[in-house]
DNA sequence: AAGTCATTTTGAACGTCGTACAAAACTGAC
DNA sequence: GTCAGTTTTGTACGACGTTCAAAATGACTT
């Protein structure tokens, strides 16, 4: 009844993906500084108060981008699982997850995202799940290959990629992608 | 010459100190939201434009916290290494590393300085020093340790530790400290 | 065709933050 | 007591996220 009422006027066919594929596009051109919700307005051809008015606030809008982000990877990830020993997917799957470059779009967002999480409450209890499903990932993954404590060493496995990707997005000297397998590679199994 | 003619007038007696600490505890009770320079120029009895006269910006100012509260845990991690088996120490090691509890000012510090160090550029070339010293510390206790390629070992391990506090921090469900010092310990040598 | 009504969109205004700047207060030297 | 340089303050600015009331839009009714 209303699904068909409240969907009327939309200036934009797909508000929603536009908005949040700009705003990636935004990250990845022009870093933090820029993701402003006036620029973002800008390029989507829309005002900073209408895009509070359909997200509610900045903090749910980059939780969306999150969300959709995060959505792709899913696909991306079962894609890349799907074929290849088990040695190959669990390279793949680090690919996935570590930042491709400094400025990583992904990791931009995280490490935006975390000093919002510490302030505002209401954001922390939802982007838990998103670490989650990679773990739950990788945890089948490392049972495949044989591991014991598959599950706590996909924890440790996420986490050492973690502190490896925020190195990695600052760009801290003496550290490549490169290296950053060849650490978690020794925390692979066999 | 100019040293003692420049330090004249000063309100405070040790203005610096007294502000960093101030600064710190502010971060410990009320954490990153109410971490702003009118807040803490009326815990230290000026006004923000002090603070800025005196630390240039609020870059500098925090990146001036972690200065000062890396040199405290500089004295803490040679006090805590100085004695006790190679086990204990890196115990030890660990204990300082990681987030005493969710909001642990050390990691609510990095968590606010990562975003700015990504929109400034200027902040990002002088903290890398701080983890440098950190791993360095470790590579040594590795290498008395017995470890091969104790530095890369170190890297990883901090790395690793820099994943798990964040996750602590944030306080994600599941992860307790003594969660993080098992997966540590399962990159320990034995 | 005109009118209604909820929805969408906008523009202006607000509060807060970091910051810039000029004026004022202060202090030691002459 | 005046002067010069430093310290301190108050005020103002621009940017940001946000709020709000008003305007625009388009589907539905008559």
Chains 1, 2 share one sequence.
């Not at 209303?2 to 596009?25: F, G, I, Q, S, Y």
């Not at 903090?59 to 088990?86: F, I, N």
């Not at 995202?113 to 670490?131: C, K, M």
């Not at 990629?161 to 290296?179: F, H, M, P, Q, Y």
Request: proline share 3%.
């Amino acid at each position: 009844m209303t699904v068909e009422r409240t969907r009327r006027n939309r200036k934009l066919d797909r508000p929603r993906e536009r908005v949040l594929e700009e705003a990636w596009r935004l990250l990845a051109e022009k870093g933090l500084a820029d993701l402003t919700l006036a620029e973002l307005g800008r390029r989507v051809d829309t005002s900073a108060s209408h895009l509070l008015y359909y997200f509610g606030s900045k903090d749910d809008l980059l939780l969306e981008v999150v969300r959709w982000s995060e959505s792709q990877l899913r696909e991306a990830r079962a894609a890349a699982l799907a074929t290849g020993s088990v040695q190959t997917r669990l390279r793949r799957f680090c690919e996935l997850y570590l930042p491709s470059e400094p400025g990583d779009p992904r990791w931009l967002l995280w490490i935006e995202l975390w000093p919002r999480a510490l302030r505002s409450t209401s954001l922390g209890e939802h982007y838990g799940d998103f670490d989650a499903e990679w773990r739950a990932d990788l945890a089948a993954l490392l049972e495949e290959a044989g591991a014991r404590d598959a599950t706590a060493r996909a924890r440790r496995i996420c986490a050492l990629l973690d502190g490896l990707s925020v190195a990695l997005v600052l760009g801290e000297d003496g550290l490549t992608v490169k290296d950053a397998w060849k650490h978690v590679r020794a925390l692979l199994p066999d």
